[in-house]
């Protein structure tokens, strides 16, 4: 990761915290059409947000893109937010929601257990006891998966610990049912087809091979990301995914 990479992935993150939870349900969306940003006279008016804030805040950035939605609305940006770059980890936030639409049509469940839907030569060293949740929580090498009783938690960055056997997970689950989702067999195409082409991320791509990192994005399309979990999964009227994963 170049450290310009690192840079981007964090305030592309900043973008999505600086969304207001407190008004989701009013909160509406850009559809599979482009941003429009709110002209700069009436971000006060529409957005709520200070100006004369927002101006000392570019100042801090040292040139990192970053982007402030709010109401649903893109209300300010800084530096090139149509930019490409390597957003890092944000890509295990993605494939969390994937996860979640995988759920919608199949079987899958993050109650089951992780050893119906892998192999003991893929099992690595999960507990064979966990859950799926446990994968998406990261503590499912625990030898002790008990309420209170799983010790430290730590942060599986690369994925090669639990977190990339998503991918053979939900593969398999796509397998089993393969009328839910017609000619999806990967989870790259899933992620493609009913995430981000669903939500407008037309400048995102993901090959699918780790879900601990390498997908290229930008800040305006990771804002959709961030605005799709604030709407409860709901994005130009329809559901993309249920509440429970968001």
Not at 84 to 104: E, N
């Amino acid at each position: 990761m170049t450290p310009k990479t690192s840079r981007t992935a964090i305030s592309t993150t900043l973008g999505i915290a600086l969304m207001t939870a407190g008004h989701v349900m009013a909160a509406a969306d850009p559809g599979l059409q482009e941003w429009v940003r709110v002209d700069p006279a009436n971000v006060a008016a529409e957005c709520g947000l200070d100006p004369a804030l927002l101006a000392e805040a570019d100042t801090k950035m040292r040139g990192n893109p970053y982007a402030v939605v709010r109401y649903g609305k893109l209300c300010h940006e800084f530096g090139d937010t149509k930019d490409t770059f390597h957003v890092a980890s944000i890509t295990k936030f993605m494939a969390s929601l994937t996860f979640g639409i995988a759920t919608t049509k199949t079987a899958l469940s993050d109650e089951a257990l992780v050893t119906d839907y892998l192999k003991p030569a893929q099992m690595g060293l999960i507990n064979r006891q966990a859950k799926i949740a446990h994968v998406l929580a990261m503590t499912s090498t625990k030898w002790n998966l008990a309420w209170g009783k799983k010790g430290t938690w730590s942060y599986d960055a690369l994925g090669w610990r639990e977190i990339d056997k998503l991918i053979p997970i939900i593969e398999t689950a796509l397998a089993r049912e393969p009328e839910a989702f017609p000619g999806v067999t990967t989870i790259e195409q899933l992620a493609k087809t009913q995430l981000f082409d669903k939500i407008g991320m037309a400048s995102t791509t993901w090959k699918g091979n780790s879900v601990a990192y390498s997908m290229n994005s930008n800040v305006r399309d990771v804002a959709r990301l961030g605005l799709l979990q604030l709407r409860k999964g709901m994005w130009n009227g329809q559901p993309i995914l249920s509440e429970e994963y968001t």
